[in-house]
Each structure stands twice: as structure tokens, then as C-alpha cells.
């Protein structure tokens, strides 16, 4: 395979989980970075780093050059829906012919979320594009509780505003693996497919706490906390406005069962069951201690 694949939100960690798992693809791997100090990890693991900025689409056309096939993944913000056409634009003025695209769960115009409703237009802006294109709406990341870890180790604790909503989470090697699938096999196999992955079952924090008190051999709570009372958290860890309104509207959805769903698409698409959230503490045990 001498196919080129451009990532965008390199840095990040699903980007990076797939970089991983491209590892003996054969593609030739190009990132597009904002920030120069985020690139000599990446140039260490042999990847190609080109310095741009989605939000500036005069510096996409050096990143798009030469590119069969686009990872493109737009972190959340108001601006995602012009970051995710700016890249469109650049991969048709470029001739790039695939885009496999990260989108939101359940995104939809009457999704609850402004993420969802925000990743709807993207989604329905590739759709339109002329290009291949896959797109992948991933349940929860398992990964998410990672933010937790801290209050887990010390207080043996962790609070969320979710209720006991249950949650088909899923862990974003997962996510990678079914994205490494799609930009490995023809381009024509997936085209016009989306895929919502979701790990084996749903499952609710009350769950999630005993099983990483049996990994962790310790007890460990989850305190079902008032949506507000997490917002002000969060911004008093400096979290922006609206990324703290954005996690509460998904808190709130998740905890009226918004979340409570899986599919079969990683096993459809890779042949193997997702990872459970059981595997996911064993794996990250060392996080929470």
C-alpha cells in the first residue's frame, strides 16, 4: 500500500491510538499540527508533520498535498463545523479521494447536544462533498474516566452528573482499530457507510465503580452529583464555558437514558468483540492508583 492518509487532530488521543494502530499498515502517515512543540513525538514514531490550522485554510494546501485519504477529526468548539469545511474544501482542491470523519454519537439536527447538532452539519456537508467518504460516531469514551483518575486515586471516589444513566461506552482503541479497518481496506468497501461504534454493553457508573474496585482491590464510589454542581467544577478547573455547558447537555441526555444502546458495527466491520470495560480497568489500573 503507498496510499498517504493525513490525520488531523493528531495530537489527541484517538488520533494517536490510530496512529498505533496504522503502525504496520504500509500508509505513509502525515499529521497536520498547529503547535510545533506537539511535533517531535510524532516525527519520532515516523510520521510526516506539516505546521497548519484548520481555522486558517490558507495553510491547508503544503498538509493536503500528495493525500489519498483524510482522518479528519475536529475537536469540539464553535468553530468545528468551519474547521471540518475548510478540510473538505482542501481535500477536494487537493484531489484527495477518501475521507474517513470522527463524528458525535447520535449526531442529528435534533440531537440534545450542540456537539450533535454541530457534527450533523459537517456530517451532511461530506455527504454532499463528491467524496468517498465513512463516518464514525462513537459511543462514550471509556478513556473519559481517565479525567477521574485523580479524584479515584485520592478519595477513592469519583462524581459525575449522569444519574444512573447506562452508557454502551467504548474504549478509543476501539475506535481506532475499526478507523484503522476502513483506511486500510478499498476505498469503495465503506463509502457511504456510518458506523457507530459502542462497546459490548451498557453499562452504568454504579457498574463501572465496583468493577474498578475489584481491579483495584479497594472500594471505589460513584457519587451521582447535580448538573450543575459538576458545570461549576469544571470551570473552576478552567474548563471554557461552552465545553462545560456542552459535557453538562451530554450529562443530561445521558442520565434521561439517552446512552442506553450498543450496535454490532466493531464486530461487523473488524470481526472481533470490543473491548469491556472490565479489560479497559485491567489495562488502566496504574491510572487510578
Known amino acids: 500500500m503507498n496510499r498517504r492518509l493525513l490525520l488531523t487532530g493528531a495530537t489527541g488521543t484517538v488520533s494517536g491510538a490510530l496512529i498505533d494502530a496504522l503502525e504496520h499498515s504500509g500508509l505513509r502517515l502525515r499529521a497536520l499540527v498547529r503547535d510545533e512543540s506537539k511535533a517531535p513525538p510524532l516525527r519520532e514514531r515516523g510520521v510526516d508533520v ?8 490558507r495553510s491547508l494546501p503544503r498538509a493536503f498535498a500528495g493525500v489519498q485519504d483524510l482522518w479528519l477529526l475536529t475537536p469540539n468548539d464553535p468553530r ?33 447536544t450542540r456537539s450533535g447538532r454541530l457534527h450533523a452539519l459537517s456530517d451532511h456537508e461530506l455527504q454532499r462533498s463528491g467524496l468517498s467518504w465513512t463516518i464514525l460516531r462513537p459511543h462514550w469514551f471509556m478513556q473519559n474516566l481517565l479525567n477521574e483518575a485523580g479524584d479515584i486515586a485520592a478519595e477513592g471516589a469519583f462524581r459525575l452528573s449522569m444519574g444512573e444513566g447506562r452508557l454502551g461506552m467504548i474504549d478509543t482503541r476501539d475506535i481506532a482499530e475499526l478507523a484503522a479497518r476502513v483506511l486500510t481496506d478499498g476505498p469503495e468497501l465503506h463509502h457511504g457507510r456510518i458506523y457507530t461504534p459502542t462497546g459490548p454493553h451498557p453499562i452504568s457508573f454504579t457498574e463501572v465503580a465496583r468493577l ?22 469544571l470551570l473552576g478547573f478552567g474548563v471554557p464555558n461552552w465545553i462545560a455547558g456542552m459535557l453538562t447537555e451530554y450529562a443530561q441526555a445521558y442520565a434521561s437514558g439517552w446512552g442506553d444502546f450498543t450496535t454490532t458495527d466493531f464486530l461487523d466491520v473488524t470481526g472481533r468483540d470490543p473491548r469491556s470495560f472490565a479489560e479497559f480497568a485491567r489495562d488502566h489500573a496504574d491510572a487510578f492508583c
Request: without cysteine.
Open 50 to 57: 506539516v505546521l497548519g490550522d484548520l481555522g486558517d485554510p
Open 80 to 112: 468545528a463545523p468551519e474547521h471540518s469545511m475548510n478540510a473538505v474544501w482542501a481535500a477536494r482542491q487537493a484531489g484527495v479521494e477518501r475521507v474517513v470523519r470522527l463524528s458525535a454519537v447520535r449526531a442529528a439536527a435534533d440531537a440534545p
Open 212 to 233: 474498578l474496585g475489584e481491579v483495584l482491590e479497594r472500594p471505589v464510589r460513584y457519587v451521582p452529583t447535580a448538573a450543575e454542581d459538576k458545570e461549576r467544577r
